[in-house]
Every structure is written in C-alpha cells, then in structure tokens.
C-alpha cells in the first residue's frame, strides 16, 4: 500500500506542476488585474463573475461525459475497446458542448442582465463582446477535459504538465500584450484566454489521434448517459455554490464587494488550485483501479487519513500568511481587507477535499444520483445562508455561507457512502487533525498587531509544531512511525555517512565489456539519478564494491576479515548450525518456492514489495546470470540471482523467506557466493547495487560484507 502512495505521491508533483501551470495565470496576474492603471475594482469585480460563470458554463457543456470515462476506461469490459470507447466520449463531448453553447447564446441578454446586476452597460461597454468570448472559451475548455483525463488514467503526468506550461506561457504572453500593450482591458483577457486554449488543443492533437480509434461504441453511450447525467447536476450545482455568494453579493453590496470578496477567495482557491486538483488528478485513476482490490477498503482508509494531516497543513500554511501573501501580490492596499476571507475559503476547501475522497463508495457501488442530490441540497442550503448573512456580514457572511456548506457537502453524502459501501476511515485522527489545526490558527491570529516579520516567523514556528503536537496526541500508528524513522534514518545515513566522505571516496573503472547487454547498462548506469539527490549520479557515486586484490583474491583472507561479534562468520556459522545448504538453482524448477520466498513478507527493509516480486516466474536466468539458492531441510528459503559482465559481478536479486531471516540465511547465501566468485581469477570485482536510500539494515549488511561505496566510471572494452 505504501507503495501505492509514494507513486501517488511521485503522480502529484509532476500533475501539481501542470495544474500549477494552468492555474498560474490567474496568480501571476494578481498584481496586473490589482493595478488601476488598468482595471478599477469595479473591472476586478466583474472579472470575478465572468470567472465563475465560465466554470457554471464548462461544467454544464460537458455533462460530465468525462466521469464515464474514468469509470469505464479500465473496466475489463472495455480492455480492448479504449480508444473506440475515448472517440465516442469526445464526440459525445463536442455535441453536447457546442450544443449547450448556441443554447446559452440565445440567452445572452439575460446573462448579461445578471453580471450587471444594475449597473449600466455604460460602464462595461465590451461586455456583450468579452460574453462571445466567454463562449468560445467555455467550449473549447469543455472539448479539452476528456483528453486531460485520458491523459491522467493513462499516468502520463509529464506530458500533462508540459501542455500546460506551453499553454500558460502562451496565455500569460498575450495577456500581457493585450492589456498592457494594446489597453484592452477585461476584452484582452478573453482574448488571450481564447488564444491559449486553441494552442493547448492543436498540442494535444497528435495525442487524440493516437488513441482514437474512429468508431461510435453505441453500446456505451447508454452507461455512459446513465452513468454521467447524475454527475452533471452536482457539477453545475458544485459551481453554482461557488457562484451564488458573488452574484448574491453583487446584487446586494455591488461590484466592488465583489472584488474585495473574490481576491480573497482567489488567494484561498490557491490551495484548491494548486495542491488539492493536483493531488486529486494523481489519486481519482489510482482509486478507481483498487475498485476490485480485497484491500482496498484500508487503501481508500489511510488516504483519507493521509489527505486529512497533509491538507490541513497546506490549509494552516495559507490561512497562516494570507496577510504577508497579499501584502506581495496586491497592487491596490484597498484589498488588504481580503485577509478575513482567506481562512474561510481554506478550511472550506479542506472539507470539499474529504467529501471527494469519501465519496468513493458511492461510485463503487454506482449510486451517483445521492451524489447528485446531496449537493443540489447543499446548494439550496447555501442559497438560504448567503441571503441570511451577507446582508448582516457582507463578504464575511458569503464567506461563512461557503464554510458551513462544505462542512455539509461532505457529512451528508459521507453518511450515504458509509450506507453503500462501509470503509472504516479514522475519523478519531481527522478530530485531532481539525482541533489542532483551528487551534494553531487562532494562535496565529493573536500575531495579527505585531510587525509583519515578527509575525512571520511566530507562523512559522506554529507550522513546524504542528506534526509534533499531533505526535503527542499519538496520532501516528507504530508502522507510520517506523516508515518516519525509518525515512529520516535513510536521510542521515545519506548525508552523515557518504556526503562527508563523497571527497575521499576510492575510484574505480569497471569495464563491462562490449556485449550488447553489457553497453546498454553503462548508458543506463550514466543516466539514472539518487532518488534523494536528482543532481547525485545514483550509478556513479557510493556503489557498493568488493575488491578482491585487497585480500590477495584468496577468500580465506577474506572470510578471516569478517568475523567477530555479530559478524558475517557468525551468522553464517548460525545457519549451518541450522542445515542450511547451499545449491546452484534452475530458477525454472523452484517457480513455486521463488513465489514463496517473495510474498513471505509484506514489506522489505520498510518498503512494499515490489510488483514485480508478486509475479510467477519473475526469476528467470539469461545471458551471463546464475542463480544460487539456499536449503533448510531441503527447501529453498532464499536465492541470489548475479550477473556477469567482464571483469565484475553484480549481485542483481537477494531475497529470504520471511520465516527463516532470523536463521542467518542471507548472510551464508552472499558470503556462500562470494566464495564461488573469489576462487574465479577472470573476475576483479563484485558489485552489490549502490548505498543511496539504503535503510540501516541493508546498509549494515553491506558494511559487514565490506562492500565500499567507490566512485564508479563504467566503460565498455
């Protein structure tokens, strides 16, 4: 399962970057559309309803076609009908967007009427204009977000985020011209909005091609109908919640409360934005593939958790320093009042996330209509807040409104998924999680009067502190901790150990020789980086290397060299005391015991065995390799796989059955093996992997062992 989160992990920081990129528009221009050289609050405000009116508009236009296909792409139904299944989505997506475009054009005027909200068209001349654009805009977007998803399910997080760079950097550029070189105001932005959506589909064009394939699955258009039209309702709904306190605040405080509430939230929809989309783009396929998991109930548990601690930091973290983040974008000093907004907005936004994500076992059990229905109610409860409080409140009553709606949204269709489809989330921890979260940010409100350094760093003491108040509430399991420990563990190693002795470290050159296999490994070798350090050459630096010239090549010199207290001499003479017998192997003849010693145990040095490992035959003996295993009583407990390229030996796989480790197995199988390669006079060297993101255990093995980490040049002769 752990393994399942770091690739969630690895997914997010690559989607967060491209997510972060076609978001980071909006923020960049903060201090542009703040500046009253070029838009009054007046323009910021209208701005803001154009805004949300484009998502009502994208959310409608695409009828959610898109949740059909995340739902079905991986269903075994479809397994060899994918891109079939992709082309009918994006026609379905294209009719229904140009459709619902035409429909909403013939409804301009009221649109209009209802941005305006009073005002004169006077003073928004171009909006009749900016609202064609608008939706051509909303159109396009809505075309856009299937191949986006496909994008996601198919895990291609890189090509993702460089589309949307390209994109940000076209729309960031022409904004920049249009409005400040040409002064064309709220027009030059739509423009430029146009602009960069048609360059992100004329990029993603090749990709649609690719995995198109020009048939209707008409079979589908049903399920997908059945499936989506449930979820089109709590889309639009979803962005009318989100769209109601403005309008209502535009129609009973004015545009310009409107600007002052919308920057406010603009700097707490950051975190929506930027963390939790991105999160959320990496988890949705995952989740959706664990569906038929037997262990999914604990998976879909402890990402809940896991969502929970880590949102509530980045929620602390932006409430935290709204005032010193705003007091940097903001050009106009009037909108500093948007600091109180912020929090709203923040811890709002951290329960739409748990909604989300508790929201899976309704789509397991495909009950999308309580989604649907839920949060049209929530929307109708909003409705009645917002006209409660933003007469009493003003902006701070639409922000109050949103709060108590996502604590809403999320409790009531939890109560319903929990009905459908039990899951035991942690609900104690997510307690702990929201005391201690409201409590450190009321602490960091009383730094409110002090200078803003002093405050600054007041904040971010209390963000620090944070993990290690929720330490001593035990709001850490025994296996979470020792993954922390033993993550911090690997960390110190790495930097006390090698990077001070990165200097000293011997060099070697080992020639691979010329064989195909042999040459692409040395270009491999070159290219693959630390895990820890990306800049760190992981095949170049601290390989774990036994010489054998300095013991003579003689292995009795080298076996008096490892023996003492808790020595390798000791733990192999413990498993002789045992019956251990050592064995040349034909992997092909122990496929059943291999599979037993590799599923013996969940986890290995503090990480999840890998998927390779929980595959029949996975051990195979090619060109160059041998395998050698070890017997208790006639059984294979444990097996090395080595492979041989010139002068060298590389320990490639070493693994024990989980019962028998505390026999000293695997240190008479290495020890029992360097033996067979010290008697060899063709070979100078044995190589066992490299230390970098060594735990300690593994780490202390390969010290007794005396395998050096040397600097490494591969060559091919």
Not at 266 to 278: D, H, P, Q, R
Request: charged share 15%.
């Amino acid at each position: 399962m752990f393994g399942d989160i770091k690739q969630t992990m690895k997914h997010t920081i690559v989607y967060g970057i491209g997510n972060f990129a076609s978001k980071l528009v909006g923020f960049i221009l903060i201090p542009l559309y703040t500046d009253q050289t070029f838009f009054s609050t007046a323009d910021y405000g209208m701005l803001s309803l154009l805004d949300v009116t484009s998502q009502i508009l994208i959310a409608a236009m695409g009828l959610a076609f898109y949740a059909g296909l995340v739902r079905w792409y991986w269903d075994k139904e479809y397994a060899e009908r994918q891109k079939s299944l992709f082309f009918t989505i994006m026609v379905m997506t294209t009719i229904a967007a140009v459709g619902m475009g035409m429909i909403v054009w013939g409804f301009q005027d009221s649109v209009e009427a209802l941005l305006l909200a009073g005002e004169e068209m006077a003073s928004f001349d171009q909006l009749p204009y900016v609202f064609h654009l608008l939706l051509v805009y909303s159109v396009l977007s809505a075309i856009v977000a299937p191949v986006l998803d496909l994008l996601r399910l198919k895990s291609r997080s890189v090509q993702f985020s460089v589309v949307n760079i390209l994109k940000l950097a076209v729309t960031l550029g022409v904004t920049v011209y249009f409005v400040v070189g040409l002064k064309r105001g709220i027009a030059g932005v739509y423009e430029a909005q146009v602009i960069g959506i048609i360059s992100q589909l004329l990029l993603l064009l090749p990709f649609i091609i690719k995995n198109s394939s020009f048939k209707l699955e008409f079979a589908a258009i049903k399920q997908i109908l059945s499936y989506s039209y449930p979820l089109m309702f709590p889309a639009i709904v979803g962005g009318l919640l989100t769209a109601f306190d403005k309008y209502m605040l535009n129609y009973m405080k004015g545009v310009d409360d409107v600007a002052f509430y919308a920057f406010g939230y603009k700097i707490g929809n950051t975190l929506k934005i930027f963390i939790v989309a991105s999160v959320q783009l990496a988890l949705t396929p995952l989740m959706m593939k664990k569906i038929n998991d037997p262990n999914n109930r604990r998976f879909y548990s402890k990402i809940f958790t896991y969502l929970s601690f880590g949102g509530m930091y980045c929620v602390l973290g932006l409430s935290l320093l709204s005032r010193e983040v705003i007091a940097l974008v903001a050009s106009n000093p009037a909108y500093y009042v948007s600091v109180y907004v912020v929090p709203f907005i923040t811890f709002g936004i951290f329960f739409g996330m748990l909604r989300d994500t508790s929201v899976i076992g309704l789509q397991i059990t495909k009950r999308t209509k309580i989604i649907s229905s839920s949060i049209i109610l929530i929307t109708f409860i909003n409705l009645g807040l917002n006209l409660l409080l933003i007469p009493v409140l003003g902006m701070y009553g639409a922000a109050l409104a949103t709060l108590i709606a996502q604590i809403l949204s999320w409790i009531i269709p939890y109560y319903f998924a929990q009905k459908a489809y039990p899951i035991p989330y942690e609900l104690g921890k997510l307690g702990k999680v929201i005391v201690v979260g409201i409590c450190i940010y009321l602490l960091g409100m009383l730094t409110m009067p002090l200078n803003i350094w002093i405050a600054f760093v007041i904040k971010i003491g209390l963000l620090i502190a944070y993990p290690f108040i929720l330490f001593a509430w035990k709001f850490y399991d025994d296996v979470e901790l020792q993954r922390i420990t033993g993550m911090w563990d690997s960390w110190k190693l790495m930097f006390s150990y090698y990077w001070a002795s990165l200097r000293s470290m011997p060099r070697q050159t080992i020639n691979l020789g010329k064989t195909p296999l042999a040459i692409r490994l040395a270009k491999e070798f070159k290219k693959r980086k630390a895990k820890f350090l990306y800049l760190i050459p992981h095949k170049a630096i601290a390989i774990a290397l036994l010489e054998k010239d300095k013991y003579q090549n003689d292995f009795a010199t080298y076996y008096e060299t490892v023996k003492g207290k808790n020595s390798v001499k000791y733990f192999h003479q413990q498993a002789c005391k045992k019956g251990a017998e050592f064995r040349v192997i034909d992997p092909a003849l122990f496929e059943d015991d291999i599979f037993e010693v590799n599923t013996s145990l969940e986890t290995r040095q503090g990480k999840d065995i890998k998927q390779e490992y929980l595959q029949r035959g996975n051990i195979t003996r090619g060109e160059g390799m041998e395998v050698y295993g070890v017997f208790i009583e006639d059984k294979l407990v444990g097996y090395i796989r080595t492979l041989h390229l010139g002068d060298t030996i590389f320990i490639n796989n070493i693994l024990g059955h989980g019962a028998y480790l505390k026999a000293g197995i695997m240190y008479f199988l290495l020890l029992e093996v360097l033996q067979v390669y010290f008697d060899r006079n063709d070979l100078k060297y044995i190589i066992y992997d490299s230390y970098w993101g060594n735990s300690r255990g593994l780490a202390l093995f390969k010290k007794r062992f005396h395998f050096e980490p040397t600097k490494v040049k591969w060559i091919n002769r």
